[in-house]
């Protein structure tokens, strides 16, 4: 079993995000799933549709990304990836005017699957780093 719920998350990361099929999400959701950290500001989205609101506008803003997976570890009904993602912003979509700043993060997402479908998701983007490289956000280099 949880060779086949890897496979559903290697194929999820291939269509919806590296290939862009927004179809597809319907494919791998329901409307009772619930994603952590999706959401505006890392709030929690439930169902397709808010999901797949969420994906336009990030594909909008990123329409190049392009998702490895770094690690992937199985147990149960859960799979935990570990991902690096590529892109570059050529689009407005997330509130920054486009920068055509290649743009490389991190993020991390433990995904709970029942029948093929992934029935609830914990996400973590390093968000901030996207926002620092686009130049959105600046850290102070002086620690307290």
């Known amino acids: 079993m949880p060779s086949d719920n890897v496979a559903v ?3 999820w990361i291939e269509r919806v995000w590296n290939r862009k ?26 169902g397709i549709e808010p999901f797949a609101q969420a994906h336009a506008l990030f594909c909008e803003a990123f329409p190049d990304i392009h998702v490895t997976v770094d690690v992937m570890v199985a147990e149960g009904d859960k799979v935990a990836t570990s991902l690096t993602c590529r892109a570059t912003h050529k689009g407005d979509a997330l509130g920054v005017a486009a920068t055509g700043q290649v743009v490389e993060f991190r993020a991390m997402t433990i995904a709970r699957i029942k029948d093929g479908k992934v029935i609830e998701g914990w996400n973590i983007l390093d968000l901030m780093s996207v926002f620092q490289q686009i130049g959105a956000m600046r850290v102070s280099e002086a620690l307290p």
């Open 21 to 46: 099929e927004p179809g597809a999400i319907a494919e791998f959701l329901t409307d009772e799933t619930i994603a952590h950290g999706m959401g505006p500001n890392g709030t929690t989205l439930v």
């Open 9 to 11: 998350i290697v194929e």
